[in-house]
């Protein structure tokens, strides 16, 4: 095999398929493994066999956008999922009824996978 058929499949084992983006690759890839470098330390190279999993700490993925009942000031976090799906929670106290919250942002187009929660 040459060292060029090496290369591709550790690249396509990373993901680095279709058309590269970045100007820079090889700085982008830096940049991308910094963090998991940092958080796992000294890979033990068995580490790295995880069949496509990633060693990587799992990243937070729900955003949690805090309400806020605008009579008392009561506040409460929840996912964003939550105020797109059922809207802001009801402050807990009589008549105060529902929560302001923050604004959706919807440019995020990462949240397909919330399996957990
Ligand atoms: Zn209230």
Redesign the pocket.
């Known amino acids: 095999m040459t060292p060029g058929k090496a290369f591709k499949r550790v690249a396509l084992g990373l993901g680095l398929v279709g058309p590269m983006r970045a100007t820079t690759p090889g700085e982008a890839f830096l940049v991308a493994i910094a963090p998991i470098l940092e958080a796992v330390g000294p890979l033990p190279h068995a580490r790295l066999d995880t069949d496509g999993e990633s060693t990587a700490p799992k990243k937070q993925k729900t955003r949690m956008l805090k309400c806020e009942?605008a009579?008392?000031g009561?506040t409460v976090r929840t996912a964003r999922k939550w105020l797109a799906l059922a809207g802001a929670p009801l402050?807990p106290?009589e008549d105060?009824g529902q929560m302001e919250h923050e604004p959706l942002d919807d440019d995020e187009g990462e949240g397909d996978d919330e399996g957990g929660g």
């Open positions: 009942c009579t008392c009561y402050c106290i105060h």
